[in-house]
């Protein structure tokens, strides 16, 4: 068995969200429809049903009233790129933010009562519009005025919030052939509030299942300046025969500074997994581990060595 614990900065590194100074836009129909309009793109993690529950959150509202906007150029404001673990935490706070600007605007006009209906929404979204015109919010980022990061000395507050981990792997290690195989795995990560618990252990078991192949197969071979194993017969990945019970847990610490006091998720699956099963092999074998992937050759040189 082989632990990690780690941790990983959610947003960009340094001054950068100053940089970027990110937008989102917040709006409302007047048939009560909110749309949502951000600049950070869906490909595949979630984030269209974390912006709508977020936003559904903040306004008392079902998510089926929630629209998100395609994140075309040409109509949504620059939310910075979709990376860095920041779109939940960065991004999605400027929503939340959004959302409830809209909504003190309805109260404030005396249009919407502190509870409501969803009949009384629609009516009093089409009352504002009628009497006030269009109803939108167009949130900025603003750094907190607490964290500094002085780009000329490096030195600061290199990110706003971390997220943290252990990870536990267990594996089997067949010492003629030296083949290593995952037999198990807990991943525990405090990743501030849990919006989506099917879509937060989605990100941790796809990071996860990438992290065995960092560890154990994926090995570019560049041969003059080119990569020699460029294609699928030649690069070895895991495939859903490789990866085994993915077990995850999350602790809950709310950020002050995240939508429902949410972090960042993605990227911090791939930090742990690789020296969490090192460490497993070198507590199987006795094996010195300095190196991944850690593939049956370079194991089998190693074990060879030892006994040398």
């Known amino acids: 068995m082989g632990f990690a614990s780690f941790l990983h900065g959610a947003g960009f590194t340094g001054s950068g969200e100053e940089y970027l100074a990110s937008e989102a836009l917040v709006g409302v129909t007047r048939e009560g429809i909110v749309q949502v309009s951000a600049g950070s793109t869906e490909m595949g993690q979630g984030t269209n049903t974390v912006f709508a529950q977020i936003a559904a959150d903040a306004m008392g509202l079902d998510c089926e009233q929630i629209e998100i906007l395609q994140p075309d150029t040409s109509l949504v404001p620059n939310s910075g790129p979709t990376v860095a673990s920041r779109t939940t935490m960065i991004v999605g706070k400027l929503v939340e933010t959004g959302a409830l600007n809209v909504m003190k605007a309805l109260h404030e006009s005396g249009l919407l009562p502190g509870v409501f209906t969803t009949g009384e929404f629609r009516a009093a979204c089409a009352q504002y519009a009628d009497r006030f015109g269009e109803l939108r919010s167009m949130v900025k980022y603003q750094h907190p005025s607490d964290l500094h990061w002085d780009d000329t000395r490096y030195q ?44 937060a252990a989605g990100q941790i078991e796809g990071g996860v299942a990438q992290g065995i192949g960092f560890a154990l197969c994926e090995n570019i071979v560049w041969r003059e300046g080119r990569m020699a194993n460029g294609q699928m017969t030649n690069y070895i990945m895991p495939t859903a025969m490789d990866v085994p019970r993915i077990r995850v847990y999350f602790e809950e610490i709310p950020h002050a ?52």
């Open 156 to 199: 600061g507050d290199a990110y706003g919030a971390y997220a943290w981990a252990v990870y536990v792997a267990e594996v089997s290690v067949d010492v003629r052939t030296a083949e290593v195989r995952v037999e198990d795995f807990v991943a525990v990560q405090e990743v501030g509030k849990v919006i989506n618990p099917v879509l």
């Open 257 to 308: 500074r995240g939508p429902a006091g949410a972090k960042g998720i993605g990227e911090l699956p791939l930090d742990g997994t690789a020296p969490a099963i090192a460490n497993a092999i070198a507590n199987a074998t006795g094996a010195d581990i300095r190196e991944i992937p850690m593939t049956p050759e370079k194991l089998l040189d190693i074990l060879e060595s030892a006994h040398a």
